[in-house]
């Protein structure tokens, strides 16, 4: 597979904010209980009672854990988010500009702007936050983008991904991890990445610019979904 789901970055933290703000308050019922009066008759009775609240002081503390190791992650995730939208912007510039090359009888195609496009593309995709890359998935250490290795081919093709296809995880509690996010070796970025080489090399052959017209339009659908 290449990409993931991805789960809303503000659902994901509010989950874990809910987690967190269940275990205090089942914590404060539970102290409040236990300092109401006698518990028992014996010492067995006592100790039962106060192995609720040695179990919630653990589901507190990893819940603390939980936040701290994944307010690392929100941002990545925040920024991730925020270049979707970019990548969606320039899907819809390589849709337009195609155009007009197409209504000019592909006379004079764009090619500095394709090229130009190409490498802002792959820039974007190559984007890092506190030394993490944004869409290179559990491969955080690795820019995901190689254009050098880019196919020509105008097949799919994710030769130019050096990332890892398994999504960026988030732990919310010891029984429940979940993986968001989406990497660079998404169809909606492969697409990209092929329409703008084609519309590159092929600038003026009608049947190749038609072709990396209809990837466009498709690359800005499905990025749209992510952004």
């Known amino acids: 597979m290449s990409s993931v789901n991805r789960v809303a970055t503000n659902v994901v933290?509010?989950?874990?904010?809910?987690?967190?703000?269940?275990?205090?308050?089942?914590?404060q019922k539970s102290l409040v209980k236990s300092s109401s009066g006698r518990r028992g008759e014996t010492?067995?009775?006592?100790?039962?009672?106060?192995?609720?609240?040695?179990?919630?002081t653990y589901n507190l503390e990893a819940n603390r854990?939980?936040?701290?190791?994944?307010?690392?992650?929100?941002?990545?995730?925040?920024?991730?988010s925020t270049m979707c939208t970019q990548l969606e912007?320039?899907?819809?510039?390589?849709i337009s500009t195609i155009s007009t090359d197409r209504n000019g009888q592909l006379l004079n195609p764009s090619t500095a702007f394709y090229d130009g496009l190409l490498t802002?593309?792959?820039?974007?995709?190559?984007?890092?936050?506190?030394?993490?890359?944004?869409?290179?998935?559990?491969k955080g250490d690795?820019?995901?983008?190689?254009?050098?290795?880019?196919?020509?081919?105008?097949?799919?093709?994710t030769a130019y991904f050096e990332?890892?296809?398994q999504g960026v995880q988030v732990q919310l509690s010891d029984t429940l991890t979940i993986t968001t996010g989406v990497t660079a070796a998404d169809a909606g970025f492969e697409k990209l990445l092929r329409a703008?080489?084609?519309?590159?090399?092929h600038g003026g052959d009608a049947t190749m610019m038609e072709m990396a017209f209809d990837l466009a339009t498709q690359a800005a659908a499905d990025i749209a979904i992510h952004a």
Do not use: C, K
Not at 120 to 138: E, H, K, P
Not at 142 to 157: D, F, R
């Open 196 to 201: 703008t080489r084609i519309a590159r090399d």
């Open 65 to 80: 854990h939980y936040t701290r190791l994944n307010s690392l992650v929100q941002p990545r995730l925040e920024q991730m």
């Open 142 to 157: 690795t820019p995901p983008v190689n254009l050098a290795a880019q196919s020509g081919s105008t097949s799919p093709n």
């Open 120 to 138: 802002d593309i792959a820039a974007m995709l190559n984007t890092s936050i506190n030394g993490i890359y944004v869409f290179s998935g559990q």
């Open 89 to 94: 912007d320039a899907a819809n510039q390589l």
């Open 43 to 56: 010492w067995q009775d006592y100790g039962s009672s106060t192995t609720p609240i040695t179990q919630l």
């Open 163 to 165: 990332g890892s296809t």
């Open 13 to 27: 933290f509010a989950r874990q904010r809910e987690l967190s703000a269940d275990s205090l308050a089942d914590m």
